[in-house]
């Protein structure tokens, strides 16, 4: 197994978690490269999931097909308790995991069938909101389905926000719920709605009437796909969206016409609730774009170590090792920032032991990696093929499949431009630069490398305190971009400080790239280093 995910998991988890969970994460990513792979291959071209809007008598019905083998990886999937043993115990163990160890799976899972773990995470945030927020009768009736491991029948979860008119602008929702009797009927459009069909329920944003306008209008619903004897629950989909990539799983416009729904917590809090949940999926996704970044480099590095050209491999050439290497460097760091993360994540969510600190530089942090792996991911994929050459760019290659899915991890719970905002808001409401500059230096243990990024930071931030909004918001992007270098070198330094002689190598390479602007290069880091820190000989289930 992955050297680098064993290191992260030993970092966080105590020994009872980590020989479980290594024994389980051996197991299934078997399953992923022998099994979920090739189905993962039908499912995007022949195997995509289908509409059947109306059954032979005419009546709308709006059922979604999958196919069989995308069903067998769904059942296999939660049965390893990605979901599940993060709200009931784990049986060996008689305890609850982590989030490293729901986040270990969906990272294996995202290097074969990215699509698939959409649904996981909306069945992620759906559990999280029932199991946090409704009341006990609801959370008694439809948890035990959410986070099934076998036990009892899989509820898979979805949450529908977007709508036509609004986009990222989700104060602008329209959709109505109307009291009836002990329950509410929902009435509307949602846009852009995965798993729409596949989940058996949805977490859905909607307007009571008499509600304020914007954002503290929208109350949170639990919105069953049937009613309990079968029937449909008056939801209607108009079509299924024909996707660039993540073709696993269907996403719809979907109708809500009447619609049974349920109220989850405080109606005035609806949209606060799907913000916390939305930052869970925010992390899944940077798993996600990770998740790709390994995927992309294991098929670089594997074609590179056995295509010959001008009598030489691919791995003789120091181009080739400069980016292997360097590709290397960068997913290693980046995965290791993810899964420091989860474990503040880890604390905000679960532990409820967190300072006000600690919660808002969590939301700093999934704002910044979120925002620089779904970049990476596509970088990654895009360097992949690059090393493939033309086969690269045939279908008979994973390749393509890992750029038209890397794709939406840009789009998905909120672009590069809403995330620059969401850190501009941190920065002004919270002040969080100073934690997070705290955090910095703590973690630099007197390495002074990145002196100038520092003082570059904190003179752009004196410049833009007192600007106008025009100002900040133009430089929201680049205050990220930096602020992310910033994290992922101080990451990279806390690695090294493990003795390892690898991570030293990384940590090394990691810092000229990122803070050495010369185009003169004397000292060929990736060069020297490939052996130790690139070099892949085995397969996908070894490297």
Sequence with gaps: MEANLLFNLKKFMDDDLYEYTVQ??????????????????????????KLIRYDKFGQDVSEIWLNEGYKKTIQETYQTGIVGYLHKDIP???????????????????????????????????AYLLDEYADDELKDKYLPHLISTGDTELYEGATFLTERQGGSDVGANETKAVKDEGCYRLYGEKYFASNAGACGVAAVLARMEGSQPGTKGLSLFLVPWKKEDGTSNH?????????????????????????????????ARGFYYMMEALNLSRICNAIASVGIMRRAFIEASGYAEQRKAFGKKL?????????????????????????????????????????????????????????????????FSHEAIEMHGGNGYIEDFVTP??????????VWEGTANILGLE?????????????????????????SIMNEGIKELEELLDF????????????????????CDLLLSAIAIKDAKSGDERKKAIAEVWLDMCWNKSYKDEKMLSVRYFDLIAESKGTALNV
């Excluded at 994460?25 to 195997?47: N, Y």
């Excluded at 850190?423 to 390495?447: C, M, P, T």
């Design 464 to 483: 833009l305190d007192g600007q106008k909004e025009d100002v900040w918001t133009y430089h929201a992007k680049r205050l990220s971009h930096l602020m």
């Design 235 to 267: 939801i209607n989909i108009r079509r299924l969206k024909d996707k660039l990539g993540v073709r696993a799983v269907p996403s719809a416009e979907v109708e809500l016409n009447g619609a049974i729904g349920y109220l989850i917590g405080d109606p």
């Design 315 to 379: 791995t003789e050439s120091p181009m080739v090792k400069d980016t292997l290497c360097k590709m290397a460097v960068r997913q290693e760091v980046q995965t290791s920032a993810c899964f420091e993360l989860i474990h503040l994540f880890e604390k905000v969510m679960r532990a409820k032991a967190s300072s006000e600190d600690e919660n808002i530089l969590t939301r700093l942090f999934i704002a910044l990696l979120k925002a620089r792996t779904a970049e990476e991911a596509i970088t």
């Design 401 to 410: 499949r890992l750029l038209r899915d890397s794709q939406v991890l840009t």
């Design 92 to 126: 060996e163990l008689n305890r609850k995991a982590t989030y490293h160890y729901s986040y270990a799976f969906g990272y294996l899972l995202s290097q074969v069938e990215s699509g698939f773990y959409c649904p996981v995470t909306l069945t992620m945030a759906t």
């Design 24 to 49: 389980q994460l051996s197991s299934f990513q078997q399953l992923c490269f022998e099994h979920f792979d090739q189905r993962a291959v039908h499912t995007d071209r022949e195997g995509q999931p």
């Design 423 to 447: 850190i501009l808001r941190l920065i002004r409401k919270y002040a969080v630069h100073v934690s997070y500059l705290s955090w910095i230096k703590r973690n630099l243990q007197g390495n």
